[in-house]
Antibody, heavy 121, light 108 residues
Framework: QVQLQESGPGLVKPSQTLSLTCTVSGGSISSGGYYWSWIRQHPGKGLEWIGYIYYSGSTYYNPSLKSRVTISVDTSKNQFSLKLSSVTAADTAVYYC?????????????WGQGTLVTVSS | EIVMTQSPATLSVSPGERATLSCRASQSVSSNLAWYQQKPGQAPRLLIYGASTRATGIPARFSGSGSGTEFTLTISSLQSEDFAVYYCQQYNNWPTFTFGPGTKVDIK
């Protein structure tokens, strides 16, 4: 059973870059056919897709965040990462990493527990 | 962008009663619609995909229906563990997807 765990700073200053890592266990991130994603949830609000990376290295980002987002993979560590630049208070949220079901659709059956990132000086 | 709306925002139901949640898409998403359940402090859990297919391990009291722009999630007999927020998600608009704002099911 694949498991995901987010890690990274819980507090980031405005205008800086938010950096999070998702460590995957129970399966290889380089095995084929999966979409490794970041999804966030503003406090008390709904879910917002940030972007994802396919096992081949292709990335897709939410158009509303595209100019500030980079998602990358480190297969040697079985991790994938999120960088979000020029953050503001509006980026305060719980950030989840997630993996799809593996049936070729963007359906998320595996999630990390989530990590709260607060943007504040 | 396909915009998802859900109604009602909050649904108050007694244990053992039936709950019916609605989700609407701003344009057709065919049957590419999923439902997730989220409890406080937890990550979302996939319940239904393909509008009506239960994910692995999901009890039969959860059922989904609909196609195009109108979808329904029905919980036939609410159990205490079912009180949560439910989100719909469209995944028809490859390579993007969007979630609805959620419906909170609470105890009446």
């Amino acid at each position: 059973q694949v498991q995901l765990q987010e890690s990274g700073p819980g507090l980031v200053k405005p205008s800086q870059t938010l950096s999070l890592t998702c460590t995957v266990s129970g399966g290889s991130i380089s095995s084929g056919g999966y979409y490794w994603s970041w999804i966030r949830q503003h406090p008390g609000k709904g879910l917002e897709w940030i972007g994802y990376i396919y096992y081949s290295g292709s990335t897709y980002y939410n158009p509303s965040l595209k100019s500030r987002v980079t998602i990358s993979v480190d297969t040697s560590k079985n991790q994938f990462s999120l960088k979000l630049s020029s953050v503001t208070a509006a980026d305060t949220a719980v950030y989840y990493c997630a993996r799809d079901l593996g049936i070729g659709e963007l359906l998320y059956g595996y999630w990390g527990q989530g990590t709260l990132v607060t943007v504040s000086s | 962008e396909i915009v998802m709306t859900q109604s009602p925002a909050t649904l108050s139901v007694s244990p053992g009663e039936r709950a019916t949640l609605s989700c609407r898409a701003s344009q057709s998403v065919s049957s590419n619609l999923a439902w997730y359940q989220q409890k406080p402090g937890q990550a979302p859990r996939l319940l239904i995909y393909g509008a009506s297919t239960r994910a692995t391990g999901i009890p039969a009291r959860f059922s989904g229906s609909g196609s195009g722009t109108e979808f329904t999630l029905t919980i036939s007999s609410l159990q205490s563990e079912d009180f949560a927020v439910y989100y719909c998600q469209q995944y028809n608009n490859w390579p993007t997807f969007t979630f609805g704002p959620g419906t909170k099911v609470d105890i009446k």
